[in-house]
């Protein structure tokens, strides 16, 4: 996977967070593929050592083993690095709502260190994960940066806080960070084991155990279900994109609308597998609908996905049937 050639120079050194986490390995394994350097950090509060287990004896691949509440790990781990992909965050919306505050301290504090650190280092350039939960409430359909509604979640706040420092490290201390509102990424090695597991894992999970699955709400709410070599491809070419681009956030999706439902039964087609669902109420914090207007990155990033959701599931499926 050459990722449309794209090209850094010899010897360019990236720096993962969240590197064991189901991005994270995945940015990992694509970096190490095309012959550069990276140094990955994990706490594994979140990450697990299988996904980085075939990277570790690689030669152009280093661990630390930290956490990004520590400022010393931190700027350890920023030292002599080009470009920095900050991935590690705690997840899940229910979560967020229960521990508020353990999601403040990983998720603000950090980031803010990890941007710290990025500054001291001069690395050239800082892209972070953000997330679709930034728009909240907001009804307008499809989603487009700087029209947001108010926030539903304390994940949701601890995102667009951390765009904040995106936008405040860029214009008052010069580091050039871009920041990524993911729409519902899925794809291999993402866990479906967690109480918080995204919907596709864990609907494959239960399917293939025999065990009715749970759909929150009516299951006619919608997302923009994006593939992660999507993402993949948009952490790259923002190290590359014009230093205009920075200080400012993108969203990260496919621009297509997929229910609840329809990505259900879709997936007990695939399988051959009919079990009915079981309705239950739904998630305090979740939003109902959710589409992404893409053309912000496409023009000021070049993001220009190939991976449409049908084309992802169906990827996404094989591995999960091969790997589960």
Excluded at 99 to 121: R, V, W
Excluded at 296 to 307: F, G, I, R, T, V
């Amino acid at each position: 996977m050459g990722y449309k050639g794209i090209k850094f120079p010899d010897n360019t050194l990236f720096l993962v967070t969240g590197a064991a986490g189901f991005i994270g390995s995945n940015l990992v394994e694509a970096i190490l593929r095309m012959g550069y350097k990276v140094r990955g950090i994990d706490n594994f509060s979140m990450g697990k050592k299988e996904n980085i287990a075939e990277c570790i004896n690689n030669a152009n691949f280093d661990f630390i083993e930290g956490d990004i509440r520590d400022f010393q790990i931190c700027e350890t781990a920023c030292k002599g690095v080009d470009y920095v992909l900050h991935q590690a965050a705690l997840g899940s919306v229910p979560r967020s709502m229960k521990e508020p505050l353990i999601y403040e301290d990983n998720n603000i504090k950090g980031t803010s260190n990890m941007m710290e650190a990025a500054k001291q280092a001069c690395v050239k350039r800082f892209v972070y994960a953000s997330s679709s939960s930034v728009y909240g409430d907001s009804r307008k359909l499809p989603k487009k940066e700087g029209e947001e509604g108010n926030l539903l979640s304390t994940y949701a706040m601890t995102k667009k806080v951390t765009e904040l420092y995106g936008k405040f490290y860029t214009e008052a201390y010069g580091l050039k960070c871009i920041g990524l509102r993911y729409f519902n990424v899925f794809g291999r090695r993402q866990d479906p084991n967690s109480q918080y597991a995204a919907v596709i894992p864990r609907f494959i999970k239960a399917l293939k155990e025999g065990k009715q699955v749970e759909i929150y709400g009516d299951g006619e709410q919608t997302r923009d279900f994006t593939y992660v070599e999507n993402v993949i491809e948009a952490n790259l070419k923002s190290c590359l994109a014009s230093d205009t681009a920075c200080g400012d956030v993108y969203n990260i999706a496919c621009g297509e609308r997929t229910s609840i439902n329809q990505l259900y039964y879709q997936m007990c087609e695939q399988l051959g597998i009919k079990i009915a669902p079981n309705y239950v109420k739904p998630r305090l914090g979740d939003i109902k609908h959710s589409l992404a207007d893409i053309s912000k990155a496409k023009e000021l990033l070049n993001y220009s996905p190939d991976w449409d959701y049908a084309k992802g599931f169906a990827e996404a499926i094989k591995w999960y049937i091969e790997n589960m």
